[in-house]
């Protein structure tokens, strides 16, 4: 089992659609997880970060946690076609020691394409 | 105020040469990370600094591997013998909390080993 679980899609949604991308992790001590928006050829962008249980709202984009269930999703409202990319899922989890550094674990990511 | 950024931005070595991929940190950033990214894969974790220490290395795939961040800024992820499977995006991020919960990329450095 893969530590962070993304579905690879792609997931195609028309313009002006709210897309749904998932991921679950399977290190239940995992304390902060991370979107990145990457484009083809370039590095990833952070869109957003979530720390606790819940929803977190920016924007057109919000991160869902829910820890119990080890699953966190990002919703992106009035879907663009800019919106088009790969989006990867990252989790910190703790070390062996106990602590944590913020080494992330991404998911293989999901590709999203928004069609006009 | 700048991003990280990396040097070179594509890099073509023959197998066996040696290679070594630049990352400068945005300003004041104490966590440095170097990540791996292969084709159609996310980032994999290679290394760690917090200043100039490296506190982890355990994601560096052989001794060919080594990184140092010798002043605490600039760091220099170094591969000997390249091998074709070193073929990959490398990357760089930096962070200014010590735990690095926030972490940004630079553009990174596509190496290709023929």
């Known amino acids: 089992q893969k530590e962070v679980e993304q579905n690879s899609g792609p997931l195609s949604v028309p313009e002006g659609a709210i897309a749904s991308l998932n991921c679950t992790y399977s290190?239940?001590?995992?304390?902060?997880f991370f979107w990145y928006r990457q484009y083809s050829g370039k590095s990833p962008e952070l869109i957003m970060f979530?720390?606790?249980?819940g929803d977190k709202e920016d924007g057109r984009f919000t991160a869902q946690l829910n820890k119990a269930s080890q699953y966190v999703s990002l919703l992106i409202r009035d879907s663009q076609p800019s919106d088009s990319a790969t989006y990867l899922c990252?989790?910190?989890?703790f070390g062996a020691g106990g602590t944590s550094y913020g080494k992330l674990t991404f998911g293989q990511g999901t590709i999203l394409t928004v069609h006009p | 105020g700048a991003g990280v950024s990396q040097s070179p931005r594509y890099k073509v070595a023959k197998r066996g040469q040696d290679v070594a991929l630049r990352c400068d940190p945005i300003?004041?950033?104490?966590?440095l990370f170097w990540y791996q990214q292969a084709l159609g894969q996310g980032p994999e974790f290679l290394t760690y600094?917090?200043?100039?220490?490296?506190?982890?290395k355990s994601g560096l795939p052989s001794d060919r591997f080594f990184a140092e961040r010798p002043e605490g800024s600039v760091s220099t992820l170094k591969i000997q013998r390249t091998q074709q499977e070193d073929s990959a995006v490398y990357l760089c991020?930096?962070?200014?909390?010590?735990?690095?919960?926030?972490?940004?990329f630079g553009p990174g450095t596509r190496l290709t080993v023929t």
């Open positions: 290190d239940r001590g995992s304390q902060s």
């Open positions: 979530i720390y606790s249980n």
């Open positions: 300003s004041g950033h104490v966590s």
């Open positions: 990252a989790v910190n989890p």
């Open positions: 600094f917090q200043n100039e220490a490296q506190l982890d």
């Open positions: 991020a930096s962070s200014s909390l010590t735990q690095g919960y926030e972490q940004y």
